[in-house]
């Protein structure tokens, strides 16, 4: 072989990875594009924050909460709080700032060579849960690509990939919720796989003690980001064992002195800093930080509504895992260990998590603690289309366009899906307005300037008359303002109504000041507010929308806009 014809693969492997990277890119930044600063669509809003207030509050404040930006707990969606003895408290553990310090870091000197405020939470800030999630989610995938290359060739891995990627929420915390916990885990949970089959693969005593350190460090940090994920590291120690003495052997590798004292060490580093943390926040080295929270179901899972409920289901919202099932079910029919022992973690998951005490994990999207396990799950899924090469043309047929269609489901409900389910448990009429194709999407804009004082009280309205409308009822409101404030205490809001027969129906408002940074007084800022409308109204309604400024403050308002969805 020339080494011209040496260099090609390596320049198409190159392009592949430029092109995954690019894909995930574009889809991230695309969704996030318009989430605005400080509200409940922005990547720094209650839990994310939680999770990253570990970081300015290091490397910016060293934990001097009175430093902290005036009212930045209420800006963030309390994802933390400041405590009677003014100290910064969050219940969330700081495995994911650990892995968020790397981009955190680069945008704070970004910010500082910019001549942009160091503050750690305006600005540029709200790009670093952004950015890490396109590194470790793409760092993940890759990860994951050559683990299946393990077992299966490049096209099947390459499949296997896709349809987990589009056909799970792992897609929507990879481009949505970008700043929990889960995208990360994943990332960790692929990492570990590669880790190991090195390490169960390498004879060289030398070279498993580094892996069994560095395996030590990302189980650490497995742990550390969410402690339930110790049960994929117990996957991960029986993994290909096909016997008994497989197992024996596996013990002997793993359960040495040296690599006992090598974890130990590896543990107490990597929780060194959510140790000291503790200390700082309540006086103990060690400290339960969701108290008040918990497995309390242990006795009466909710396992029903935790697969099928409309509200975060497993199933209901990640339709791939009935074939992901059929997957398993057909790999220990053709006496394959590994599917036994992911059945196992499957249903011991499943019965885990349902006895959380809110079974849908709150605001979420699907079964969120999935996320991270489609790692294992891809090995199933793997394999099934691997094996889907003997079946007949009926069957593969049948496999292809369940696959696809199921896949296609949660795309649209990613696409239609905004943040929270509203409706009930077993709420399919919400749970439908997702599905359904909605035949308008009515934007409508407003440029012109309006100046308004102390003999101007509101804004000129936007009015939208539904009977020209191809679509009765619109669901959400989403209106945005450029906004000049000149008083601190403006209390200014962004309303909107809808009229039916010239009585009100429903009324909602959004103060401007709930997103305005006052660090920057009279300068131009876009502020940003949803609306959810009511489920029913008539069809000669009209919605409207103003800036009511209720104080008569000096104030100017332009590109007003309003997108009803």
């Known amino acids: 072989m020339t080494a011209k014809q040496r260099y090609i693969p390596k320049v198409l492997h190159l392009l592949g990875y430029a092109i995954v990277l690019g894909v995930i890119s574009f889809l991230v930044l695309q969704r996030q594009k318009d989430t605005g600063y400080f509200n409940w669509r922005s990547t720094m809003w209650a839990d994310p924050v939680g999770y990253y207030v570990y970081l300015p509050a290091t490397f910016v404040y060293n934990f001097d909460a009175a430093e902290l930006p005036e009212k930045i707990t209420e800006k963030t969606g309390d994802g933390f709080t400041i405590n009677e003895q003014g100290k910064i408290i ?290 199933p899924l793997g394999f099934l289309f691997q094996e889907s090469a003997n079946f007949s043309v009926k069957y593969k047929r049948i496999l292809i366009i369940s696959t696809i269609f199921l896949v296609l489901i949660n795309l649209k409900l990613v696409s239609a899906y905004d943040k929270c389910f509203l409706g009930t448990d077993w709420d399919f009429k919400e749970y439908s307005y997702f599905l359904k194709q909605r035949t308008a999407n009515k934007r409508i804009l407003y440029f012109s300037k309006d100046n308004l004082n102390s003999n101007k009280e509101f804004s000129e309205a936007i009015r939208v008359n539904l009977k020209n409308s191809t679509l009765v009822n619109y669901r959400r409101a989403v209106v945005s303002v450029d906004a000049e404030i000149y008083t601190p205490n403006s209390g200014a809001m962004i309303v909107v109504t809808i009229v039916s027969k010239d009585s009100t129906i429903n009324w909602n408002g959004y103060a401007l000041k709930d997103s305005y940074n006052f660090d920057k007084l009279g300068e131009k800022q876009k502020i940003k507010s949803w609306f959810w409308l009511p489920r029913y109204y008539t069809t000669d309604s009209e919605i409207s929308t103003y800036i009511w400024n209720i104080n008569k403050d000096s104030l100017q308002v332009s590109n007003f806009k309003i997108h009803l969805q």
């Open 90 to 379: 969050t219940r969330y553990s700081c495995g994911v700032a650990i892995l968020q310090a790397p981009v955190f870091l680069a945008v704070h000197l970004i910010a500082g060579l910019t001549g942009q405020e160091q503050d750690g939470f305006s600005g540029i800030y709200h790009l670093v849960s952004i950015f890490a999630a396109i590194l470790y989610s793409f760092l993940g995938i890759l990860l994951l690509w050559y683990f299946l290359l393990g077992y299966f060739n490049k096209l099947i891995s390459g499949l296997t990939i896709l349809t987990l990627f589009f056909g799970t929420n792992l897609l929507y915390y990879t481009i949505d919720a970008t700043g929990m916990s889960h995208v990360y885990s994943f990332f960790l949970f692929a990492l570990l796989l590669v880790l190991s089959k090195a390490f169960f693969k390498e004879s060289q005593q030398r070279k498993r003690l580094i892996y069994f350190f560095l395996i030590s460090i990302i189980s650490s940090l497995i742990i550390l980001v969410r402690p339930t994920n110790i049960a994929f590291i117990g996957l991960v120690f029986i993994l290909d064992c096909n016997s008994w003495n497989d197992l024996k052997l596996r013990f002997v590798q793993v359960f040495s002195i040296k690599n006992i004292i090598i974890f130990v060490i590896s543990l107490f580093i990597v929780f060194l800093p959510q140790l000291l943390y503790w200390k700082y926040a309540s006086g103990s080295y060690i400290t339960d930080s969701y108290e008040g929270y918990g497995f309390t179901n242990w006795a009466s899972p909710k396992i029903i509504k935790f697969l099928f409920s409309t509200n975060n289901g497993l199933f209901t919202y990640n339709p791939i895992y009935f074939i992901i099932l059929f997957a398993l079910v057909f790999m220990i029919l053709k006496k394959q260990k590994n599917g036994i022992y992911i059945l196992g973690l499957f249903v011991g998951l499943i019965y885990v998590f349902s006895s959380w005490f809110v079974f849908s994990f709150g605001c979420a999207f699907g079964s969120r603690n999935f996320v991270e396990y489609t790692t294992a799950f891809a090995l």
